[in-house]
């Protein structure tokens, strides 16, 4: 009788062509708990870079704050509401979708802001963003999400 037949499995070869990689459920709260903390955590990191005095950093994220978590929240909120149609999407067309419909909110929401506060409040900012620190902040934003994107890609395998 010859026992390794009996015990020997038949694992069926995967090939990495047929590996699907596909956007994650927006409306997972484990998905929505990660990008409140990343985000906050990066708008925190903003601070501490930028404040020399833990009164100061206290100021800055007070200051990143208002600008980060109605832009956070809003998009939480569009991708909750079109996760099913960005489900349908092939996994590149979804990816670019959902960056479209960041930046979109982002301007919306900083449009709406400065037409709500004037844009005498909002001159610090304009400043903040003449001042160079729009380039750290657009390579911290791809960085961002080329982290995400691997992040999700390494978790469908």
């Known amino acids: 009788m010859n026992t390794m037949a009996s015990i020997k499995q038949n694992i069926p070869c995967i090939s990495p062509l047929s590996i699907s990689v596909a956007l994650p459920d927006f409306r997972n709260l484990g998905f929505m708990l990660r990008m409140l903390m990343i985000a906050n955590l990066m708008g925190l990191a903003v601070a501490l870079l930028r404040s020399d005095t833990p009164a100061a950093t206290w100021q800055e994220l007070l200051g ?94």
Do not use: C, D
């Open 64 to 157: 990143i704050s208002a600008v980060l978590e109605p832009v956070l929240l809003v998009g939480l909120l569009a991708l909750y509401g079109l996760s099913r149609q960005l489900a349908q999407l092939p996994y590149h067309f979804g990816v670019l979708a959902v960056l479209i419909l960041e930046l979109i909110i982002a301007s919306l929401v900083w449009m709406f802001t400065t037409h709500l506060f004037g844009a005498e409040s909002m001159s610090g900012l304009v400043r903040w963003f003449q001042s160079g620190y729009l380039y750290h902040y657009a390579f911290a934003m791809i960085l961002g999400v080329f982290v995400l994107m691997t992040y999700f890609v390494w978790l469908n395998k």
